[in-house]
Nanobody, 124 residues
């Protein structure tokens, strides 16, 4: 099993920044990709960004490209999501996930493990 714990969410004004963290523990050798998804009230969970653990290759949703950056710290088994130029439509619960599919792992079915989520609220 892999345990994922997110942190760093909060309330920020439009145009501001937040950095989310996701610390992995347990069988950390059992995944190759980590990703971030988000879910707003009444909407489906949607892909935000993903990173291949070994190579650092990244892939982003068009809606966040150029504003969000995903990165990882191998020594700490932690993945980050730096979010800049935040917009009210970025408000959602953000989830960290880990899985074995590499590349453009954009579907929830590509991931086996999920964190509990952290709330991000962007005020206008």
């Amino acid at each position: 099993q892999v345990q994922l714990v997110e942190s760093g969410g909060g309330l920020v004004q439009a145009g501001g920044s937040l950095r989310l963290s996701c610390a992995a523990s347990g069988r950390t050798f059992s995944y190759r990709t980590m990703g971030w998804f988000r879910q707003a009230p009444g909407k489906e969970r949607e892909f935000v960004a993903t990173i291949t653990w070994s190579t650092g290759n990244t892939y982003y949703a068009d809606s966040v490209k150029g504003r969000f950056t995903i990165s990882r710290d191998n020594a700490k088994n932690t993945v980050y999501l730096q979010m800049n130029s935040l917009k009210p439509e970025d408000s959602a619960v953000y989830y960290c996930a880990a899985g074995m599919v590499v590349g453009a792992a954009t579907k929830t079915s590509h991931y086996n493990y999920w964190g509990q989520g952290t709330q991000v609220t962007v005020s206008s």
